[in-house]
């Protein structure tokens, strides 16, 4: 059995449960400019290759590039205000990352939502149990470019032990694939199962108890 460490984990629909606020942020700017919004299902197919890709699949196809920044710009504005009204962790995840911290496991995320989102919610939600976190505008290319995990993958590389790609979509596991490293796919956040399975991951969780499985595999035993 592989022994995986560090973990690099997205964040939205992995980490935490983000579509309520990001989807109440969509909808505000939308209506600011007369646009149709869309429902919070709707959403969980908007979200995953970034902000700037949210914005371009939530506005009307015909709209100018202007358009979309201006978009862009009113969004960011309302998510800085409000992007922990709703969000939360996963339930079991605040406490897998901190087992893994007391494993001596380590735990990353990589994400394409904005850095400074990024930093701000997770710390908030999770502390110091994340190890590192580099999101969007660090100078790495949004996933599904490798850049950035093969970087976290290559920085906490534990002896005789492998990577492990954890995400929700198949941006998620596509990113895993161009890196070259072993991926899990999670059925808790925004997108399927099949979604997940056409880029055939190692792993897929159904919940965070099978995913404590798949990363501790014989370990589990050794602490309560």
Known sequence: MKKYDPIIFDLDGTLLNTLGDLAAAGNYAL??????????????YFVGNGIPKLIERMCPPSSAPET????????????????????????????????????????VCNTNKDHAF????????????????????????VKPDPAAALYLAEKYLADSAVPLYVGDSGVDMQTAANAGIDACGVLWGFRDRAELEEL???????????????????????LP
């Open 31 to 44: 209506g600011q400019f007369g646009f149709p919004v869309h429902t919070e299902d709707e959403f969980r």
């Open 68 to 107: 979309l920044e201006r978009v862009h710009t009113v969004f960011g504005e309302y998510y800085e205000l409000h992007k922990a009204d709703r969000t939360k962790p996963y339930a079991g995840m605040t406490e897998l990352l901190s087992e893994l911290k007391e494993r001596g496991i380590t735990a």
């Open 118 to 141: 990024s930093e701000t919610l997770l710390r908030s939600f999770y502390g110091d149990t994340l190890a590192e976190i580099v999101g969007a505008g660090l100078g790495y290319n």
């Open 200 to 222: 055939k991951p190692a792993h897929i969780a159904e919940n965070v108890e099978a995913l404590r499985k798949i990363i501790l595999g014989k370990q589990i035993q050794i």
